[in-house]
Structures are given as structure tokens and as C-alpha cells.
């Protein structure tokens, strides 16, 4: 069983939440999680290579943005919303509040 690396939020730097951020893919994956809870792999990824998902999920994660668990074959992605309001209060309301709606986004309704 492959287990994935979180780091504490206590250590999570404002630097790397922006970076990861600042990817439209990586932020419609976080939108995404904030609007339909826990979600695979598969469900994610919009028909895009494993490898290149497996890039984005693993900067998500490292950033502290979301946790990955593994349930059987499959790897389910939430989001740290709860713990990274109390770490950055404001900041993830403020990223989730928009009114463009993304490309996954679209796709995952």
C-alpha cells in the first residue's frame, strides 16, 4: 500500500500555497475538492495523463493543499480546506470565491 507524505500545516509556507496556486489546472483540482468533497484520481484528471496528474497532485500535496489516502487501488484527494483556515485565515474562501467557473469544473458537474 503506497502511502503518500503531508506535510505538517503548521510548516506550510504562504509561498508554496501561491505556487502551487498558480497553476489553472492545480486550482481547478482545488476548486473542484472544495465544491464536491473528497474525490479519485480518476474523477480528477479530465482524461489527462497519469504522469502529468501524478505531478500536480504530488505539488498539491507538498504545498499542503490536500491529502492524498489510498482506499484499495484507489487514491482519494480532499482538501486541507478546515486546516488551512485556521493556518491562513481567508485565503482559501478567498480563492474558492469566483465567479468563472473552470474547465474541470465544467467537466466534473
Known sequence: MERYSHPSIDTVEPSAVFHALSDPLRLDIVRTLARRGPLNCAALSCD??????????????EAGLVRTTTQGTEHINTLRKDELERR????????????ASSELTQKAS
Open 48 to 61: 489527462r495523463p497519469r504522469s502529468t496528474m501524478s505531478h500536480h497532485f504530488r505539488v498539491l500535496r
Open 88 to 99: 491562513f485565515p481567508g485565503l482559501i474562501a478567498l480563492v474558492l470565491d469566483t465567479h
